[in-house]
């Protein structure tokens, strides 16, 4: 067939060109439902099975505790099969109570009663995700360590329905934990978090033996540690070091 053999719409018009853009945009959006669709119809059902083998789906989203428990985060959760949700909570070294401020004098403890009261009412399971806001503060165990230890055992008695926390974040990374080497190329950053991590584990035993306490998180990225000053550091050398 010939290029003068072009099936053409109406009027002439070539399917192909400007006048045909529409048509081909709504066959992108009927093709895009349909795979969303396809995508929730095999959650829900990986999901249903799943928890009848006893395991938990979830995600790590602060979205339902922005929204102070007043809002469709955690229902819309539980419809997808969903009953495990993480939020981050950060240390933060330079305010007297230690949540991060927001800003206009709303710190981050505002939103947590609402958002514990309200995911507990859905039957969806809160893990806290904890670790300091400021790298420098995370690189200076022999000060901060005590004093996160003591805020996060506060913030466990205030919250004892929450019984699931990741304790440090990344700390092969600089954005977590600076600096990760000392001036001779030592890794430091591994002793330096698990001075954190030792000390919040034990703090949350003491409120509750309860407490199950997951660690570090580390990313999968980072230099192999070779005797020199590296901006991040393999997470198989952190682990040895630790």
Wanted: glycine share 12%; proline share 7%; net charge negative.
């Amino acid at each position: 067939m010939g290029p003068e053999a072009v099936a053409r719409g109406p009027g002439g018009a070539d399917p192909g060109g400007d006048q045909g853009t529409p048509i081909r945009r709504d066959c992108v959006k009927r093709g895009l439902a349909a795979v969303t669709a396809l995508v929730v119809v095999a959650l829900s059902c990986a999901a249903g099975r799943a928890a009848a083998d006893d395991v938990h789906f979830g995600v790590n989203d602060d979205q339902g505790m922005f929204e102070r428990g007043d809002g469709p985060f955690f229902s819309t959760l539980v419809d997808l099969g969903m009953h495990d949700n993480t939020i981050t909570i950060r240390w933060d070294d330079t305010t007297p109570d230690g949540f991060e401020d927001l800003g206009g004098g709303t710190t981050l403890q505002s939103f947590l009663p609402q958002t514990v009261a309200a995911a507990e009412l859905a039957g969806v399971t809160l893990t806290f995700d904890v670790y300091p806001r400021h790298s420098a503060a995370a690189a200076d165990p022999a000060t901060n360590a005590p004093r996160f230890a003591a805020w996060l055992g506060a913030l466990s008695q205030a919250y004892p329905s929450v019984t699931h926390y990741v304790v440090m974040n990344e700390c092969n990374q600089p954005l977590f934990l600076n600096p990760q080497y000392d001036a001779s190329g030592s890794l430091v950053s591994a002793a330096d978090c698990g001075e954190f991590l030792g000390a919040a584990y034990w703090a949350l035993k003491a409120v509750s033996p309860a407490n199950f306490v997951w660690g570090l998180g580390l990313s999968p990225h980072g230099a192999r540690v070779d005797g020199h000053v590296h901006r991040d550091s393999s997470p198989f050398d952190f682990l040895a070091a630790l």
